[in-house]
């Protein structure tokens, strides 16, 4: 059994009311609370070890010592090879425009790139920019309406001889759809195409291996997967050798430091190895016996049992909206294929327009969001642009089958009102 009110426990956020109406988190695609790991990391490291990186002095000293600790941690929670090849910035999406400008130069006017319909703007508008700047040519590859998955053949379709990069999701922010990276990105190696993975909604709910993936890039946030709001970035080593970064001169030229640009948020990494932590404890949780495993075996008991719960979660979820007269869910339903979606459960309500949905949750402390939350390709490609978006409600390991069926209500509220 999944110790939820242990992990419960360690999530100070989750025991806070309002009027005595205790909070429902289901905003989590947008973040994650933390737990007591994080806000200890983040806090020692102002307490104790606050310095910029590569003096002689102590504080200095154990900067740097975690900022290699992290590094390392990072490259275990995703199955890198080498903390060298993982570097932090603000978020995904700046680490995605910082990274644009250098892989511009790689490719000629002409040259196609591929764009899905389904992610997330910051995998989307860094690479329209390039594609303006450099005279590239943008091929779409759509998702189905039915299916609400990627067809590997259509993709295989577009690739052309000229296509020179793909930027794709892992997991959809909207539909919860979990893509078979590893065969599109084998489709596209095969012609020599750069990948860009974006894994930001992936790595809260199952462990990431980019190696096993092949990609060449893969982006990721804490703040979704139970840390503080900072951004990494992986990247394969002869890609981001090969790279020409935009850095000041002094900077090192190394890696990851070339790609790390100005003084980094030290608190946030700290915060960031605490997430990974937390994760730790709950290997220990969930295996007890697993305190003489390497890292890596432990986070992977910890997001396979993190998995199996979210998942038992997302049926009860999507069973229950699609049980409610009126409630349409944009996604995987069919209760045999969770595993092939994560716990984000995008609906729209007949007769209410998302935001009063939304409205209605909030006023009863069950937090959702609504609107398009930067999927805007996915929002216009299901034609609800103009109605608003849906209504999101998402998951994590945190949460209860109670807090589920409280929202299912409030939902089931909404619409018969609509
Ligand atoms: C799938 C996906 N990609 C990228 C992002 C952007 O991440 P960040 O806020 O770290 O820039 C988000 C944020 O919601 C997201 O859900």
Request: charged content about 25%; overall charge negative; aromatic content about 8%.
């Amino acid at each position: 059994m999944f110790p939820v009110d242990a992990v419960r426990e360690r999530f100070p956020a989750l025991s806070v009311s309002d009027d005595g109406v205790e909070r429902v988190y289901f905003d989590t695609p947008a973040g994650t609370q933390v737990p007591t790991d994080v806000i200890a990391r983040t806090t020692r490291y102002f307490e104790r070890q606050n310095a910029n990186s590569g003096g002689y002095f102590s504080t200095s000293v154990e900067t740097d010592e975690l900022l290699e600790s992290a590094h390392q941690a990072m490259a275990d929670l995703i199955g890198a090879p080498s903390g060298e090849q993982v570097v932090f910035g603000q978020n995904m999406t700046s680490l995605t425009f910082a990274v644009s400008r250098s892989l511009a130069h790689r490719f000629e006017p002409g040259d196609e790139i591929i764009l899905t319909r389904m992610d997330h703007d910051a995998n989307v508008a860094p690479w329209l920019l390039m594609a303006r700047d450099r005279g590239l040519n943008v091929r779409w590859l759509p998702f189905s309406r039915e299916t609400f998955r990627f067809d590997l053949a259509e993709l295989d379709r577009i690739t052309t001889n000229r296509t020179r990069f793909a930027a794709i999701n892992y997991a959809s922010n909207a539909l919860g759809t979990v893509n078979d990276v590893k065969s599109m990105c084998r489709v596209l190696a095969d012609r020599d195409v750069t990948t860009y993975i974006d894994g930001v909604q992936l790595v809260p709910h199952r462990l990431a291996d980019v190696v096993d993936l092949g990609c060449d890039f893969f982006v990721c946030s804490a703040y979704k997967f139970y840390g503080p709001h900072q951004g990494i970035l992986w990247g394969k080593r002869d890609v981001l050798d090969e790279l020409d970064p935009y850095k000041v001169r002094p900077a090192d030229n190394r890696l990851p430091h070339r790609f790390e640009t100005g003084t980094l948020s030290h608190e946030g990494i700290a915060g960031t190895l605490g997430a990974i932590e937390y994760l730790e404890w709950l290997a220990d949780e969930v295996t007890p016996s697993s305190g003489d495993a390497d890292r890596r075996t432990r986070l992977a008991a910890a997001m396979d049992a993190s998995d199996r719960y979210e998942q038992v979660l997302c049926r009860q979820l999507v069973d229950g909206l699609t049980a409610i007269k009126g409630v349409t869910v944009h996604g995987i339903t069919d209760p045999t294929e969770m595993h092939d979606r994560v716990p984000t459960v995008c609906i729209t309500v007949d007769g209410a327009h998302p935001d009063e949905v939304a409205r209605s949750l909030a006023a009863q402390n069950i937090f959702v969001w609504s609107g398009h939350y930067y999927a805007v390709e996915v929002v216009k490609h299901l034609g609800l642009d103009k109605a608003g978006g849906m209504v999101r409600i998402g998951l994590a390991h945190y949460h209860t089958a109670a807090e589920v069926d409280r929202c299912l209500e409030a939902v089931e509220a909404a619409a018969s009102q609509g």
